[in-house]
Structure formats: C-alpha cells, structure tokens
RNA sequence: GCCCUCAUCGUCUAGUGGUUAGGACACCGCUCUUUCAAGGCGGCGGCAGGGGUUCGAGUCCCCUUGGGGGCGCCA
C-alpha cells in the first residue's frame, strides 16, 4: 500500500457551465484520494475566464458537489488559510509572478494579434513543420521592444520555453513520462488584456495552497510540463501529478454535449440517485480487486487505493448506472424514496402539493408495492401513473389477447359485480373472492386477472392485482371496470 | 502533421510467467409467479496483429495496428 503524507489534493471547477461526468469524476477521485490517505481536500473556483464565468454556475456546481456527497475542508464556504479560494480574487498574485517571470527574462512579450497568430499556424501546420510555433517575439531585440512599447502596442505574456532540454513527469499512476521542451510551445501566460491564463493560476495556486497532489484528467497531461516549467523557474513547489483515466461516449470519444445528457444534474432530474452515481462514477478508473459491486461513498473512502487505478480511458455505460441505481433504490431508506416519489409526482403534476400531503401513507403504500419495479424515478411513469390518472389506452397486444376473447366482457361484469359486493375490499377479501371463482367456475388468471389488470390499469404488467385494487379503491376499481366493459362490447360489436 | 497516452468479452473489469482466462452490466434461455419486475440457475461472448525472451506468455521486450488526449489570448 502507497503511504502518503500529509495529502493535500484540490478539485478546481471553472464555473462556465454545470458540473458534468468528468469533473465529478476527478473531483471524487481526489476527494477520495484525501479520505483515504487522511488529507485534506481543497475546493478552488478557477473563474478567470470573465467572458463565460457566473456565480450562477459556482452556485450550481457547488449545490452538485454536495448531492453527490462530495465536500471539501478548505474553499469556498468553508474559508481556511491559504484564500482566497476563487482566483477572480487572486489577480495581485498572478500580477506579481507573471512581473517576476518578465524580469527574470523567463518570459517575454508578445505583440502579434490573434489573426495573425491564427494565420501563422494554418501555415505552420499545412507544411506539416515539425517544429512548434514560435512567433518572432521571442527573438526580438531589444531596440525593437522599446519601439514596440513606446507606441503602446497591446501585448500578451509568453514563457519562454527553455530548449533542448527533457522534462520529466512522474506519474503516480503512470511511472515517468519524458517531454522534450523542443516539443512545448511558449505558452501564454497573460493575456493582453494583462488576465493570467490557467497554465499560470492553476500552477501557482497549486504550490500556494500547498497541494500535494494534483489528480486531474489525462487530457491534462500535456499542460504538466509547461506548469512544472513555471513553478520551478518560479521557485515553487511542484506537486505530485496522477492523471486519471478519461470517461468517453459510446463513440469512444471525449465525453461531451452531444452525448446527450453529461451533467451530473441531467441525471438527478432523470431520476438518479446520488448514491448511484459515486458508486459508478468510482468504478470508472478504479475497482476493489474483489466481487464487491455496491459502495457507499464511505466505504469507497476505505477501500480506496491508488494502486488499482486503472489507466486505460472507460466508455460510459447508462445500463451500468441504471443497475445500480435499481440497487440503491431498493437499499436507501424508504422514507427518502417516498419523498422522492412525492416530489416527483407533485413536479409532475399527477398530484397536488396538498393532495400529496393528506394522501401520504396511501402513496407510500404504493410505492411499497411498486418500489421493485421503480428502478429510477422516471418508471413511476410507466408502472404507477394509473393509480394517479384514468387510464387512456389499453396496451395494445394484451388488449388483443385478453380482450377480444368470447367472453372477455362477461367475464369482466362478472368481477366488477363480485368486486362490487365484497368485503372487505383488501387484498385479502379481493383475494378470498378469486380463490371462491376459481373454484365455483373454474375461471382462473386467464378469465378474471389478466383482463381485468388490463382494464384498472391499461396495461399487461404491475404490482399484485389484489394489493393494486385495494389502493385503487372500489369506486375507481368499479368504474374502470365498468369502462372496458363497454369498450370491448363496443369494439367487438364493430368487427 | 507533431507530441503524449492507452490496449482482456458489446461495456466496466479481475489477472502481475504455468488459470478450463474469473466477475458484473447488457443480451438470450430456464425457473419462480395472477402479469411484470426482482430473485435463482444456465447460455452467448474476450486476451488487436506480428516478432522476440522463456521449458512455458493475456502477463516481459520490440514493431505494427487501433483507440484516446493535446498542440487556443478555454480551462
């Protein structure tokens, strides 16, 4: 087993949008990570880009972090020392070093305009040049600078990449990985609006907040050596990195929008339980080396281990999720369930908000005897809409074969009289009333169930006729009984 | 084009030189049952290819192929 120290990992969610498969899987990652090995986890706000950042998103990605379970010791709403924790508030900072890095001469000025950058690296690439793009900044003399400054031209910051020299990051999941800095452009670090860039902020804050351990994504892996660069000219500490296996669509491609739903809201509105989602989410890069396929996220806190990681990228599956999300629904209390099932149909408008109060322990009787079919909350609305709403339509093929027999309609009076007069009306009376069919007339399920499932609730599946009838009350029973009656004379009256 | 990375059933994966290559999801049967679901039992299905190393390679090395990521005044 790794030891580790006194960890310190971070997650740092840019607010440009809601909180999506990826994020929440680096971020469990590294909040596992810093449960396991006894550390402390680090919530930062990178928003340095204005144009597409919004309290709104912090507010929302903030709200999915704590659904998930997943919180943090040090960051926004919880303070600590070594703030502040949003970078829109830490611009003196990047100020300072990005000066320090252009005195030092580590960094130089770049006065070439977006197209033209544009331009030179169409060109660039359509030669196929080997070589990364440098514009002529780096090589600018010094007269040429003081001109360029005297006019006031607009500028961004580049580093200056040192050349022919090897970089070597050492993966804690990886082993070593060799860069060639020939091979690493000079990256901005400020742009001309004088903003510090991610390469620079996430780097600096990194070793300023004492990070141990930087857990991101492997589409990250490119960007280490660049900010290893600017730590260590800077001085700084340069953390350990681990970057994790990516999460791709069914096309094997970076998960994004066009898969459809990605955002860890997206599947809290299908329905998704957030016990689900950590339990999935962790099985994607990680296992526990045995058959155990159900974690609470405390127990994957225990069973975590570095070490069985696995590196190779993982399509995402929604069947996987669905499975569990089937196991979770069955385990978590089933007071949570009910209240969900109350929001959800409330939301939905099967009942109203009062309604759903004064009718409380009649819906959680049905989700009782739904709770096995109901595998995400959406199934309410293929398993247990007719107890909230008449029923529309009959499933077509059991309406073919339970209700266009000889005496399906007879047979269907026949219970809705019986029913009429039975006592009491529960699953027990209802039941007695069958067992007496059967065995005065011989009618078994064929006769007098299936049709009459049909008729209470349209269709051919659902919980135990006896218990269903019982929920759904004589009256209602009575009636829907009464309907399909007619309905089948009807149509069978028209053939 | 350049750099990096990954590679066991359709999917998530176990496997650390000797296994009939194991499990789970999905799918398909059977069973249970008033139906469906759940459960139980069973089935389908995999080491990308080629070279080495070795008495012996899914496991180690090399090459090829394939997948993924990056190459932004996004993060």
Known sequence: ?????????????????????????????????????????????????????????????????????????????????????????????????????????????????????????????????????NCGCRAMSDDERIKKESEGDAFSVRFMTPKNDRIVLNDLLRGPIEFDTNDIDDFIIARSDGSPTFLLTNAVDDALMKITHVVRGEDHISNTPKQMLVNRTLGLHVPEYLHTAMILGQDRTKLSKRHGAVSVFQFREKGYLPESMVNYLAFLGWNPKDDREF???????????????????????????????????????????????????????????????????????????????????????????????????????????????????????????????????????????????????GLGANQTIHPVRLALTGKTFGPSLFELMELLGRDVCLARLDRAEKHIRETSASV
């Open 1 to 133: 087993m790794m030891e580790l120290n006194n960890v310190r990992t971070r997650f740092a969610p840019s607010p440009t949008g809601r909180f999506h498969f990826g994020n929440a899987n680096t971020a469990l990652f590294n909040w596992l990570i810093a449960r396991r090995y006894g550390g402390v986890v680090v919530l930062r706000m990178e928003d340095t880009d204005t144009e597409r950042s919004t309290k709104e998103y912090e507010r929302l990605i903030i709200a999915d972090l704590e659904w998930l379970g997943i919180d943090w010791d040090e960051g926004p709403l919880k303070g600590g020392d070594f703030g502040p924790y949003y970078q829109s508030e830490r611009g003196g900072i990047y100020e300072d070093y990005t000066k320090k890095l252009l005195e030092s001469g580590a960094a130089y000025k770049c006065y070439c305009t977006k197209e033209e950058l544009d331009h030179a690296r169409e060109e660039a690439r359509s030669s196929g040049s080997p070589d990364v793009f």
């Open 295 to 441: 974690f609470t996220i405390r127990e994957l806190a225990e069973a975590f281990s570095i070490e069985a990681m696995s590196k190779a990228p993982s399509v995402f599956d929604e069947a996987r999720l669905h499975y569990l999300n089937a196991y979770w629904m069955k385990t978590i209390d089933r007071s949570r369930v009910v209240k969900m099932w109350v929001d959800y149909l409330v939301e939905r408008g099967y009942v109203t908000a009062d309604e759903a109060e004064t009718k409380r322990g009649w819906i959680q009787r049905i989700v009782e005897i739904s709770a096995e079919r109901v595998k995400i909350l959406s199934d309410i609305d293929e398993y247990a809409d007719f107890f909230f709403k008449d029923v529309e339509s009959y499933d077509e093929k059991g309406a073919k074969k339970h209700f266009s027999k000889e005496n399906a309609a007879d047979n269907i009076a026949m219970v809705k009289s019986e029913l009429a007069s039975v006592e009491p009306f529960n699953h027990d009376g209802i039941e007695k009333m069958y067992v007496r069919l059967k065995e005065e007339k």
